[in-house]
């Protein structure tokens, strides 16, 4: 049976790498998400034919005026997405905007997911922005102000999951992208967590990129990831 828990990020300039990869993968996992790099060189083109190997998340975090996110998530709707991200720093009106056009849109097929605070941020990055709240907190501020403009889902890393579950939106779905296995490298991404720690703090939806698409055989490695879900359900 497919995992649908785990989301592959085909983070890839390629397209056509990016069916390959699809295509090699489609048989255990039932999403990708196609992000900024893929979606500038592939267009709609590539989301369409990502879409006959599974459902579709497309990570935009979108972030404009209320009028042009409400317009951009109308044209979205049209290529059967199951999640779209928008980056909650646009505020209530912006969210508002965008759950109203995802619900007339795309009949409430459409998860919406608000990003909080990236994964590849942290505290210092925060200070020199000017925010002066710990990451917990601003995640959880964030959260709010997407839970209270009709959002459903959220993007946090896993740390913060539980924080959402626990004192916000125990309904609310999370998902949380900054995985390793024990030992990986970790990149740009500086919360990082481990599968265990995703799924013990209440993750729904797990994002691992990277470790998968840049790996020599990302299929074993795709695997790898499997089997430690698999092992946290025994
Ligand atoms: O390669 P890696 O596993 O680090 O990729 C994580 C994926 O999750 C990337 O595609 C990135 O765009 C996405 N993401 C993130 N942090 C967020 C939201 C999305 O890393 N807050």
Redesign the pocket.
Known sequence: MKEDRLIV?L?LVEAKKAVQLAELLSPYVTTF?V?WQLFLSGGQKIVEALREKGEIFL?LKLYDIPFQISKAVEVLSRLDLRFLTISLFGGSQMVKEAVKAAENFSFNRLLLLG??????LEEADLRSMGIKNSTEESVLRLAKIGIEAGLKGL?ASPREARIIKNNLAPGVIVVT???RLTGEKH?D?KRVSTVHEALEAGADFL?????ITAAPDPLEKLKLYLEEISRWQT
Request: charge should be neutral.
């Open positions: 990020a983070d998400k992000g990570d990003v909080t605070i990236l994964t590849s993007v992208p900054g995985l990149s991404q994002v691992v990129g990277r470790p």
